[in-house]
């Protein structure tokens, strides 16, 4: 019997490839006219004071682990013969989870904030 199994799997790696290179191609932001008032531009992020970004950090990651100890995102996970399909698909669960835009700013000051954690770990040991 014939198995197209691996032809699949290798036209799927290429589709991926091929959205993955044109989301990375450049494109060139346009800068506002100099007519325009510093008034009128809004900074999501400096136009908020620090308790609000505390609570918008707890609250993101709150829901960020909710999210993760969701079982039903795992249960249609692929357990075939093919180990890469399997963390494939995992990771398209954790980028649904991680790269959504509204938590991205909180995910990255997260990581920062892990990394300072480990740093002063390691280095006291």
């Not at 325009?36 to 908020?48: G, S, Y």
Request: glycine share 4%.
């Amino acid at each position: 019997m014939l198995s197209t199994e691996s032809t699949d799997t290798q036209i799927e790696i290429q589709r991926e490839f091929k959205r993955l290179q044109e989301e990375k191609k450049f494109v060139e932001s346009k800068l506002p006219n100099e007519e325009d008032n510093e008034e009128d531009i809004i900074n999501p992020i400096l136009d908020k004071n620090v308790r609000v970004l505390v609570n918008e950090f707890g609250k993101n990651w709150n829901q960020i682990f909710i999210e993760l100890l969701d079982a039903e995102k795992y249960e249609n996970l692929n357990r075939g013969n093919y180990i890469h399909d399997f963390f494939k698909e995992l990771f398209h669960i954790l980028k649904s989870i991680f790269w959504q835009p509204d938590r991205l700013f909180h995910v990255g000051i997260g990581l920062i904030i892990l990394s300072f954690f480990m740093y002063f770990i390691f280095v006291t040991v």
